[in-house]
């Protein structure tokens, strides 16, 4: 008969394994187990702290998270403020309020700051009409696109982020009428509706967020997925 500490060893061994599947299966059965398993969770992202945070991090943080519990929040606001990963920019943009709708798992909001923050990076003229030209694309730093990415990258189990799409994208041959939808865009040749036929969770298809509705643009979404950040690495 196995017992708890061996349980708990058992999965303690799985978050430092290599497969990713594995690490996030994990996360959840210890975070069913309770306490004992929530202590696992929160020393294993102590000891992670001097690495580059992962998807296996953001995780943890939103596990914390959605615990509810008091003294895990109270953790995780000690140890990281301004959360878990590192939000580099080139133009002083403040990713905070996008990091954290994303460790509270409020993907809705997060899509609305992601093209708020677009349109920071494009200027004030973009933020007062509240979209993005895709002639403005190509002056936004890489760093400031891989930052936005890597958060929902993080807080998405891999699920969602920009360079997901470009994947996709270029999986399907940069075929458009092939990528909407495989994203969940469209369906039966019909567009979906904004915002109430959209998946807000971790349900939705692969590379279905963000899509703060106005990149939905062939020329936009193009720009996007060919700027240089995915080509410069992280």
Same mark, same amino acid.
């Given at each position: 008969?196995?017992?708890?500490?061996?349980?708990?060893e058992g999965?303690?061994?799985?978050?430092?394994?290599?497969?990713?599947?594995?690490?996030l299966?994990?996360?959840?059965?210890?975070?069913?187990?309770?306490?004992?398993?929530?202590?696992?969770?929160?020393?294993?992202?102590?000891?992670?702290?001097d690495?580059?945070a992962?998807?296996?991090d953001?995780?943890?943080?939103?596990?914390?998270?959605?615990?509810?519990?008091?003294?895990?929040?109270?953790?995780l606001?000690?140890?990281?403020?301004?959360?878990r990963?590192?939000?580099?920019?080139?133009?002083?943009? !403040?990713?905070w309020? %996008?990091?954290? *709708?994303?460790?509270?798992?409020d $993907?809705?909001?997060?899509? +609305?700051l992601? &093209?708020?923050?677009?349109?920071?990076?494009a200027?004030?003229g973009?933020?007062?009409?509240k979209?993005?030209?895709?002639?403005?694309?190509?002056?936004f730093?890489s760093?400031d696109?891989q930052?936005? !990415?890597?958060?929902? %990258?993080?807080? *998405?189990?891999?699920k969602f982020? $920009?360079?997901?799409?470009? +994947?996709?994208? &270029?999986?399907?041959?940069?075929?458009?009428d092939?990528l909407?939808?495989?994203?969940?865009?469209?369906?039966?040749?019909i567009?979906t509706?904004y915002?109430?036929?959209?998946?807000?969770d971790?349900?939705a298809?692969?590379?279905?967020?963000p899509?703060?509705?106005?990149?939905?643009?062939?020329?936009?979404?193009?720009?996007? &997925?060919?700027?240089?950040?995915w080509?410069?690495?992280?």
């Amino acid at each position: 008969m196995v017992s708890d500490s061996d349980t708990l060893e058992g999965l303690r061994a799985q978050l430092g394994g290599d497969s990713l599947k594995k690490q996030l299966s994990a996360v959840h059965e210890l975070a069913a187990l309770g306490g004992s398993g929530m202590e696992v969770l929160t020393r294993t992202l102590s000891d992670r702290n001097d690495q580059p945070a992962t998807v296996l991090d953001g995780r943890i943080v939103q596990v914390l998270y959605a615990s509810q519990n008091e003294d895990l929040r109270d953790f995780l606001a000690q140890h990281w403020p301004q959360g878990r990963l590192p939000m580099a920019t080139a133009s002083g943009v !403040d990713y905070w309020p %996008l990091q954290d *709708s994303l460790i509270r798992q409020d $993907f809705q909001t997060a899509d +609305r700051l992601t &093209l708020e923050k677009l349109c920071e990076l494009a200027g004030p003229g973009a933020v007062q009409r509240k979209w993005v030209y895709f002639t403005e694309v190509d002056q936004f730093a890489s760093v400031d696109l891989q930052t936005i !990415d890597q958060l929902w %990258l993080a807080y *998405s189990e891999g699920k969602f982020g $920009f360079s997901v799409q470009r +994947r996709i994208w &270029l999986g399907l041959g940069q075929n458009w009428d092939k990528l909407w939808p495989r994203l969940g865009w469209k369906d039966d040749n019909i567009w979906t509706r904004y915002p109430g036929e959209f998946i807000w969770d971790l349900s939705a298809p692969d590379g279905h967020l963000p899509l703060s509705n106005q990149l939905r643009g062939v020329r936009m979404l193009a720009s996007l &997925l060919s700027h240089p950040a995915w080509s410069q690495g992280s």
